[in-house]
Antibody, heavy 121, light 112 residues
């Protein structure tokens, strides 16, 4: 059974940093792309960042480029999102999601339960 | 960026009746590999999204056969043949042919 468990969310001040983690199990982690998607309170889904199975290719939304960094540790079956220079508009539930295949283009099949990030003073 | 639009944005359906949601993309989602990278997700209240349909018309594992997807190029449709109470939530289409992946605004389905 595929399981994705996010952690690391919380309350942070504007300009601060946070690192999200996603522990994966139930599949061969290194064989699949992984993605972060966020959802602001009461709003729709916004793609944030994706990474290939090897970690050699990464992709990010313009809204987070230069501030957020996606990475993965295939030896630990863990996905990360390092978030710096956080803004109020980054407040959202952040979902970790498993790719259908090795590259992100093949879409997303499983989602974690999400972790809430609140940016406020 | 590819813009995804959905209609209607909300739908109230009597149990047992059909429902249909349209999704349009601003660019063709047909890849040179012959596949079309259009997905449908359902987000039930208080839950993360769950995959219903991948690559336009393929039902994901465990998805009831009352759900079906169709379309090509830039125009796509999700149909529920007979709506059940457990189908309430927000339905999203998503494209993954081009980064950034983009989602439609969502269609909220309620039961009458």
């Amino acid at each position: 059974e595929v399981q994705l468990v996010e952690s690391g969310g919380g309350l942070v001040q504007p300009g601060g940093s946070l690192r999200l983690s996603c522990a994966a199990s139930g599949f061969t982690f290194s064989s699949y792309a992984m993605t972060w998607v966020r959802q602001a309170p009461g709003k729709g889904l916004e793609w944030v960042s994706a990474i290939s199975g090897s970690g050699g290719s990464t992709y990010s939304a313009d809204s987070v480029k230069g501030r957020f960094t996606i990475s993965r540790d295939n030896s630990k079956n863990t996905l990360y999102l390092q978030m710096n220079s956080l803004r109020a508009e980054d407040t959202a539930v952040y979902y970790c999601a498993k790719g259908v295949n090795y590259l992100p283009i093949y879409g997303i099949d499983y989602w974690g339960q999400g972790t809430l990030v609140t940016v406020s003073s | 960026d590819i813009v995804m639009t959905q209609t209607p944005l909300s739908l109230s359906v009597t149990p047992g009746q059909p429902a249909s949601i349209s999704c349009k993309s601003s660019q063709s989602l047909l890849h040179s590999d012959g596949k079309t990278y259009l997905y449908w997700y359902l987000q039930k209240p208080g839950q993360p999204p769950q995959l219903l349909i991948y690559e336009v018309f393929n039902r994901f594992s465990g998805v009831p056969d009352r759900f079906s997807g169709s379309g090509s190029g830039t125009d796509f449709t999700l149909k529920i043949s007979r709506v059940e109470a457990e189908d309430v939530g927000v339905y999203y289409c998503m494209q993954s042919i081009q980064v950034p992946f983009t989602f439609g605004p969502g269609t909220k389905v309620e039961i009458k």
